[in-house]
Nanobody, 123 residues
Framework: QEQLVESGGGSVQAGGSLRLSCAVFGYAYSSYCMGWFRQAPGTEREGVVVFKNNGFTRFADSVKGRFAISHDNAKNTLYLEMNSLKPEDTAMYYC?????????????????WGQGTQVTVSS
């Protein structure tokens, strides 16, 4: 059964860093278009980054230069490296997957979702 499990969220001060993990079960992440999304209270879920291991990567403008994506094939795990965090990065972060190709940062393209991990950035 396909499953995505996020971890690594927490509370940090502005300027700090966190690394989120997305462990993929039931299939190889490398076969899918993978994405990280976030949702703050009262807002719509938005795309942070979309990634495919064929070289396709697209970041939201709000995180370019601060966030990076990495992966571990042996662990079938995707990571979101978040640096220079800002209070506006506070949100629940979700990992998602969809059959390729990767279309972009829209949530409508993704059918498989994890439960999320909370990130809170204080000023």
């Amino acid at each position: 059964q396909e499953q995505l499990v996020e971890s690594g969220g927490g509370s940090v001060q502005a300027g700090g860093s966190l690394r989120l993990s997305c462990a993929v079960f039931g299939y190889a992440y490398s076969s899918y278009c993978m994405g990280w999304f976030r949702q703050a209270p009262g807002t719509e879920r938005e795309g942070v980054v979309v990634f495919k291991n064929n070289g396709f990567t697209r970041f939201a403008d709000s995180v370019k230069g601060r966030f990076a994506i990495s992966h571990d094939n042996a662990k079938n795990t995707l990571y979101l490296e978040m640096n220079s965090l800002k209070p506006e990065d506070t949100a629940m972060y979700y990992c998602a997957a969809e059959f390729p190709p990767c279309y972009g940062l829209g949530t409508e393209h993704f059918g498989y979702w994890g439960q999320g991990t909370q990130v809170t950035v204080s000023s």
